[in-house]
């Protein structure tokens, strides 16, 4: 269909052409259906904007010095790509990022076998100073964040298992942590013990490198919800 001099719009096969202030005429007499469709529309899309989990990311730059330090370190050098490892000794080093080794590394230097169930929330913003124990076995735990009233650490079944105030810590079975002072009163918390490889599996699916061509610099960049 094409615009005519005349302001309409011809309909093929047929010798009726539809004007444009028949269009507006259409919409005014059919305004409460528009207004409810806009309406539905921007509902829509605010909805969906809520229940968009934000995604973070940090990025570091590592200089390599030694072509083959990083590689004696690693304990799983044997899940490398061989090529790479023959023809590009910083790009080998670059992909001793990727090995389970270090993912573990890095669960236990920060905790990470503790997760909030509500990808939303993120860890920072209620605890801090995370340890758990390698032996923590996997299972689920309310936290109840009461004030100047302090905790309550309770189990899945609501057994309370510690309470104390935010200058103390929360001591659990195999895992502690401090209340952070900003963090939320009169809310509860809802976090679970993982297993290490499960934690390692997430570290090692938000990390991402990039060597840069011609130098022996390696761009490291992880991105998450925390």
Same mark, same amino acid.
């Given at each position: 269909m094409s615009a005519t001099n005349g302001g309409s719009i011809p309909l093929h096969g047929s010798t009726r052409e539809v004007h444009v202030r028949d269009l507006v005429a259409v919409v005014l007499r059919h305004w409460r259906i528009a207004a409810l469709l806009a309406v539905i529309v921007a509902a829509g899309a605010y909805f969906q904007a809520r229940h968009v989990v934000p995604q973070f990311q940090s990025k570091l730059t590592i200089q390599i010095s030694s072509p083959n330090n990083v590689l004696a370190q690693a304990a799983d050098v044997s899940r490398l790509d061989e090529m790479a490892l023959r023809t590009d000794p910083v790009l080998s080093e670059a992909l001793v990022l990727t090995t389970q080794d270090l993912? #573990?590394?890095?669960?236990?230097? #920060?905790?990470?076998?503790?997760? #909030?169930?509500?990808?939303?929330?993120?860890?920072?913003?209620?605890?801090?100073?995370?340890?758990?124990?390698?032996?923590?076995?996997? $299972?689920?735990?309310?936290?109840?964040?009461?004030?100047?009233?302090?905790?309550? #650490?309770?189990? $899945?079944?609501?057994?309370?298992? $510690?309470?104390?105030?935010?200058?103390?810590?929360?001591?659990?079975?195999? @895992?502690? @942590?401090?209340?952070?002072?900003?963090a939320p009163a009169g809310t509860t918390v809802e976090f679970r013990i993982t297993p290490p490889a499960q934690a390692a599996a997430w570290v090692s699916g938000g990390l991402a490198y990039r060597v840069r061509e011609g130098t022996t610099a390696v761009d490291v960049m992880f991105t998450g919800s925390d």
């Open positions: 993912a #573990l590394r890095i669960v236990r230097a #920060l905790g990470l076998q503790l997760d #909030l169930t509500d990808p939303a929330l993120r860890r920072e913003a209620v605890m801090g100073e995370v340890v758990v124990d390698s032996l923590a076995r996997p $299972a689920l735990y309310r936290l109840d964040l009461k004030g100047s009233r302090g905790y309550d #650490l309770r189990s $899945a079944t609501g057994q309370v298992i $510690a309470s104390g105030t935010y200058d103390q810590r929360v001591v659990g079975p195999g @895992f502690s @942590f401090r209340v952070v002072p900003g």
